[in-house]
């Protein structure tokens, strides 16, 4: 599946974005989907992510009650809406999406990721 990440830009803190991102190529209900995050100078880690159906989501503590994912899975898009962002907020937002193939194998895929930055 390729994904598409877009909505990234500069904001000052307390400030909001959505971010999208498109998928092609696969059925994209077949997919739990995620954003994870990537800070300069640090590893990449999970942000928020949504099940196949949209009825299940999981966040990071850091971003709870501030971020919300959502799907529509008839657009093959999930969305991060961002409210209160924070300068440590700063950093290369990706979309994933998996599948278990069964096993203990999964099929994992990225986009290219969007830039956020949030100014103090």
């Known amino acids: 599946v390729q994904l598409q990440a877009s909505g990234g830009g500069l904001v000052q803190a307390g400030g909001s974005l959505r971010l999208s991102c498109s998928a092609s190529?696969?059925?994209?209900?077949?997919?739990?989907m995620g954003w994870f995050r990537q800070a300069p100078g640090k590893e990449r880690e999970f942000v928020v992510g949504?099940?196949?159906?949209?009825?299940?989501?999981n966040y990071a503590d850091s971003v709870k009650g501030r971020f919300t994912i959502s799907r529509d899975n008839a657009k093959n898009a999930v969305y991060l809406q961002m409210n209160g962002l924070k300068v440590e907020g700063t950093g290369v937002y990706y979309c994933?999406?998996?599948?278990?193939?069964?096993?203990?194998?999964?099929?994992?895929?990225w986009g290219q990721g969007t830039q956020v930055t949030v100014s103090s």
């Open positions: 994933n999406a998996d599948r278990s193939l069964g096993g203990g194998e999964w099929a994992d895929y």
């Open positions: 190529g696969r059925t994209f209900s077949n997919y739990g």
């Open positions: 949504i099940t196949q159906s949209g009825l299940g989501t």
